[in-house]
């Protein structure tokens, strides 16, 4: 079955939703950096929003979705040098 984009924009609503129930009404950075189990829940959804964005704009190149080419390269960057993840940027 092919997803639509309206389908990988309903992942990446999830996604974005999902990170802030994990993340809570605090945001403390260093509770953050000090549970791996929330810093790999939030890395986890930051590849899902995109490899969405990837797919959406592999299906229509027209779409115009801000900062795209930077969420893919932060989805790749968490993947494949997942031993230099800076929590910071994140």
Known sequence: MQHSVEMYLLDISNSIDSIFEYLGEERNFKFYESNKLLRRAVE????????????IIKINP????????????LRNWVIHAYNNVDNVII
């Open 62 to 73: 027209n779409i115009d979705i801000s900062d795209s080419r930077r969420i893919v390269d």
């Open 44 to 55: 986890r959804e930051l590849e899902i929003i995109g490899e969405a964005t990837n797919r």
